[in-house]
């Protein structure tokens, strides 16, 4: 089983950029498809960012496209978030996933069987 932590986090000013870093340790392996998703409070967990088991393909939720860019350093067992042009709308806790197995990347919440315990990022205006 993986464990994961993120980190990276905190208060930027909107148009700034911040990275997450999402550790994977444990059974770690190229099996796992890895995504990121957020929850600002009061609303549900939305899909952000997803890659598959060798880095090469992804997918983005709409409303990031064009500014967050997810990858993996599967060497390290590393997933990484760089999140560019913030927006006030982008403050959320944002949590690291991982789904073992499957043939696809899967962008419901629903698909990933571990979770990360969120970092916090609030983007003020």
């Known amino acids: 089983q993986v464990q994961l932590v993120e980190s990276g986090g905190g208060l930027v000013q909107a148009g700034g950029s911040l990275r997450l870093s999402c550790a994977a340790s444990?059974?770690?392996?190229?099996?796992?498809?890895m995504a990121w998703f957020r929850q600002a409070p009061g609303k549900e967990r939305e899909f952000v960012a997803a890659v598959g088991r060798l880095g090469i393909t992804t997918t983005y939720g709409d409303s990031v496209k064009g500014r967050f860019t997810i990858s993996r350093d599967n060497a390290n067992n590393m997933v990484y978030l760089q999140m560019n042009s913030l927006k006030p709308e982008d403050t959320a806790v944002y949590y690291c996933?991982?789904?073992?197995?499957?043939?696809?990347?899967?962008?419901?919440?629903?698909?990933?069987?571990?979770w990360g315990q969120g970092t916090q990022v609030t983007v003020s205006s």
């Open positions: 444990g059974r770690t392996s190229t099996t796992y498809y």
């Open positions: 996933a991982a789904r073992s197995g499957g043939l696809t990347i899967y962008t419901t919440a629903s698909n990933y069987g571990t």
